[in-house]
């Protein structure tokens, strides 16, 4: 969390892009985000004249679009000394918090579904629920380094196999490890080696079967 923060303060990450893809989801208006982007573009004194002035606002809409990010917890505003005179500054650190807490959830997110997706994908395969220890089994397997790619293609081996259990499904995945066969190049060019195999097999039987001595002559 705290590297995240580090990153928006630093400017590392695109926080324009990152407002405008989430400010929905912090529950801010256009007007407010307006406000914000411009914020972070001018140095952090808080000046409401120069705002309204520079984005042709009225001060009331200004003062009050700020009083509803602070209520937002968006932004806060700190009263500093500076040569004896004391100056308001915005405080952006809620924001960043919020922005930070964002990404992180997003990325949990999309972690779970994709776990869901392959679950998902065993469970419409095999036409039923999937069991708690057939669920253990999944993730041992990409705990161990399978990708979601190389299981789905054992999965729909199986299936064109006429099985649907997940043993037979782990005897795939360790001969496919056991041969090097890592991604789905690999898996199609097995099957292709192995079909040119039989293709040779069919063609020298049909050779040794081949009644020479009957054959009639043209």
Do not use: H
């Amino acid at each position: 969390m705290e590297k995240v923060i580090n990153l928006i303060e630093q400017g590392t990450v695109n926080l324009p892009k990152l407002l405008l893809l989430n400010y929905k989801n912090l529950k801010i208006t256009s007007d407010e985000l307006i406000i914000i982007i411009y914020l972070l573009n001018e140095n952090d004194i808080f000046n409401p004249k120069k705002i309204a002035d520079d984005l042709c606002l009225s001060m009331p809409d200004v003062l009050e679009i700020i009083s509803n990010l602070q209520e937002k917890g968006v932004l806060a505003i700190s009263v500093r000394k500076n040569n004896n005179l004391r100056e308001d500054y915005i405080d952006f650190t809620n924001l960043y918090n919020k922005l930070a807490f964002l990404v992180i959830n997003e990325d949990v997110v999309k972690d779970d579904e994709k776990k869901e997706n392959l679950f998902d994908c065993f469970e419409k395969e095999f036409a039923r629920t999937l069991s708690p220890v057939e669920y253990e089994l999944i993730n041992g397997w990409k705990e161990i380094g399978y990708s979601e790619e190389i299981i789905t293609l054992a999965l729909k081996e199986a299936v064109f196999n006429g099985v649907s259990n997940l043993r037979y499904i782990d005897k795939i995945l360790y001969e496919w490890k056991r041969k090097g066969i890592n991604t789905k190049e690999d898996v199609e060019k097995n099957k292709q080696n192995f079909q040119n195999k039989n293709n040779k097999k069919i063609e020298n039987k049909e050779l040794i079967d081949y009644d020479w001595l009957n054959a009639n002559e043209e």
